[in-house]
């Protein structure tokens, strides 16, 4: 067997340099393109809000998410589906209904990207 490293994400900084710290790499961003992508259309984002509003843990079925849109089910599942593909939803299949819930590190992730130095200063 062959011993490999693993790279420990976060000593460097490198994993979650913010967008004005570091250049981007072809790969980030191409990782990020997808996240960006996902988020671009309205009623994704909308969806994301209303999971990640549930809190840390929280969860919500799908037959919550439906009703506050004129989109039919198979619509929003489509949208869930491609949030899901973006790794900032997870979901669980219970009986007929699916419950999706936030992956708070793929949020946080994003968030460092965001968050520039003198962003974080000027809210202090």
């Known amino acids: 067997m062959s011993k ?5 994400l976060g000593q460097d900084g490198d994993c979650c340099a913010g967008v004005s710290e570091a250049p981007l790499d072809e790969e980030r961003a191409a990782e990020l393109a997808k996240v960006f992508k996902a988020l671009g259309d309205p009623v994704r984002l909308r969806l994301l809000s209303m999971i990640a509003s549930r809190g840390e843990g929280g969860e ?40 999706y819930w936030v992956l708070p590190p793929a949020l946080d992730r994003l968030a460092a990207f965001l968050t520039t130095p003198t962003a974080a200063e000027a809210l202090a």
């Open 4 to 8: 490999q490293q693993l790279e420990v």
């Open 60 to 99: 919500v079925c799908v037959c919550e998410l439906t009703p506050a849109f004129d989109l039919s089910q198979p619509t929003i599942s489509h949208h869930l589906k491609l949030l899901r593909q973006a790794g900032l939803i997870d979901c669980e299949r219970r009986g007929t209904w699916v419950y």
